[in-house]
Structures are given as C-alpha cells and as structure tokens.
C-alpha cells in the first residue's frame, strides 16, 4: 500500500492564481479531510468527507473547494491563491468504524503565496 | 463550535525529566479523543483514548482521559532528545452532520536537552 500520497510537495503561486491540491489513499478509508498547519495553530479542518460524493465545511473552508467523486481522491482547490494561504497543507484519511479513527496522513504540501 | 485547547504551549526540559501535556476540549457528541506526535514532519499517531480512567501505555507514554472533567494527559516519562516534537491532541464529534469531524488543539512543543 502506497498510504496517503499528496501531489506537489512544494508549491509557489502568485495571488490570484489557482491550483489544486491532490490527495489519494489506498487503503479504501471513507474518512478523508484536508488540513493546514500554520504555526502555533496546530491543524486546522479545511474540509472533510465521510465517502464519496459527501463532503462538509471544517473550521477554516473560506477560499478551498472540494470534491470526492472516487473513495480514493479527494482533491482541494484554491480558487484564488492569497498570501494568507501560504501554509503547509496535510490530507489525512481513516475507517469510520466504530473505535478506529487513527487518521493516516500525507507527507504534507508546501505552499506559498506572493 | 467544537473547541480543543492544549497547554503548556511550549515546554523546554532536561533529559530524565518527567513531562505532563494536557488537552481539554469541548466537543458535542465527543466520541474519542487523540494523540500525536509530529517531527517536522507529517504527525504520528499515538494513542486514541475513548473510555474514561483507561490508561494506555507504549513504552516511556502514557496517556488517560477524563470524560467527566472534559480533558486528557499524555505523560512522557524519563524524556530523552528524540522526544523532542509538537504533540497534538484532537477530539473526534460522532453526531449528527459533524459526524467524524475531528478538532485539533495548537500542539505542545517540547524541547528536550542532553
């Protein structure tokens, strides 16, 4: 199993731009979600999916679009690149059985926004 | 709104010292709480913690949670320099259309000198 794979691992943009983000697993998890970590604010929930074609708003969704067509891609878009989304951008997935949500997660993208 | 607060914030310590990192929440449906460990690096799981007064235990970590009181520790015994990392807590919602949203503190960051 390849685990959670994220696609670019670094990234420049310049504002205004927009780009996507991708996210795959292979471990047929129906929970995914998409996270960024800025420093001193730990992770915080961009957006989520229980399965495919479901998704839902975490804390921080203004400017992320998101999709879940397959149970194994989940992909964000960022609509029009700002500066404040210059971050570092973690996709993680999990079961949703009953006691095992241990999330798996990607090795994280960078970006910056100028 | 789902609320996960962690403290200390940063921690600096000695090698052999005994640290304790506390995580309290305020989550609707909790249904388990977590813990990781990230070293510059995507995180790594550590515990999941769902019943109350259960202590689990891998190795120096320990960690117990309290679902009367709303919070949990992880303690880390005789520390040594590889323990050295951000430790994140987060809380799992089980209800409703937040079902499997998870809500992460801002992380401790521990320092551990030889």
């Known amino acids: 199993n390849a685990g959670v794979t994220q696609t670019p691992k670094f990234q420049v943009l310049k504002t205004g731009q927009s780009m996507t983000l991708q996210c795959a697993q292979d471990m047929n998890h129906e929970y995914m979600s998409w996270y960024r970590q800025d420093p001193g604010m730990g992770l915080r929930l961009i957006h989520y999916s229980v399965g495919a074609g479901i998704t839902d708003q975490g804390e921080v969704p203004n400017g992320y679009n998101v999709s879940r067509s397959t149970t194994e891609d989940f992909p964000l878009r960022l609509l029009s690149a700002a500066p404040s989304q210059t971050s570092v951008y973690f996709c993680?997935?999990?079961?949703?059985?009953?006691?095992?949500?241990?999330?798996?997660f990607g090795p994280g993208t960078r970006l910056t926004v100028t | 709104e789902d609320k996960v607060v962690q403290s200390p914030l940063s921690l600096v310590v000695h090698e052999g010292d005994t640290v304790t990192l506390n995580c309290s929440y305020e989550?609707?449906?909790?249904?388990?709480l977590l813990w990781y460990k990230q070293e510059k690096k995507a995180p790594t799981f550590l515990f999941m913690l769902?019943?109350?007064?259960i202590e689990k235990k891998s190795g120096r970590l320990s960690s117990i949670l309290d679902k009367k009181e709303l919070f949990s520790i992880l303690n880390i015994t005789a520390t040594q320099t590889g323990d050295s990392a951000v430790y994140l807590c987060a809380a799992i919602n089980a209800g409703g259309t937040s079902y499997g949203k998870l809500t992460f503190g801002q992380g401790t960051i521990l320092t551990v000198h030889p």
């Open positions: 989550v609707t449906n909790f249904r388990s």
């Open positions: 993680a997935s999990s079961f949703l059985g009953v006691l095992t949500y241990e999330q798996y």
């Open positions: 769902t019943s109350s007064g």
